[in-house]
């Protein structure tokens, strides 16, 4: 399954991440889907912002990208 935008395999840094997955908002039909997911993008950026392990962010980073796969598609199948 390939990433919703081309440039997943480019996102190394938590600060790439965050304007990676808010590209991939942008991709959803609505603005109320879109809205709801800049938010919880984010929130989640916030909450981990204070992880130092490189393994951890590493995992946060690959995981995140999977889940924003997983939503683009689930809105595409509508």
């Given at each position: 399954?390939?990433?919703?935008?081309?440039?997943?395999?480019?996102v190394?840094?938590?600060?790439r991440?965050?304007?990676?997955?808010?590209?991939?908002?942008?991709?959803?039909?609505?603005?109320?889907?879109?809205?709801?997911?800049?938010?919880?993008?984010?929130?989640?950026?916030?909450?981990?912002?204070?992880?130092?392990?490189?393994?951890?962010?590493?995992?946060?980073?690959?995981?995140?990208?999977?889940?924003?796969?997983?939503?683009?598609?689930k809105?595409?199948?509508?």
């Amino acid at each position: 399954m390939p990433p919703p935008l081309p440039a997943a395999e480019l996102v190394r840094t938590p600060l790439r991440l965050y304007r990676y997955l808010l590209r991939c908002c942008r991709q959803l039909p609505s603005a109320a889907a879109q809205q709801h997911y800049r938010h919880a993008v984010r929130q989640g950026f916030n909450s981990h912002a204070d992880e130092d392990d490189p393994e951890r962010v590493q995992q946060i980073i690959s995981r995140a990208i999977a889940d924003a796969d997983w939503v683009i598609d689930k809105y595409k199948k509508k």
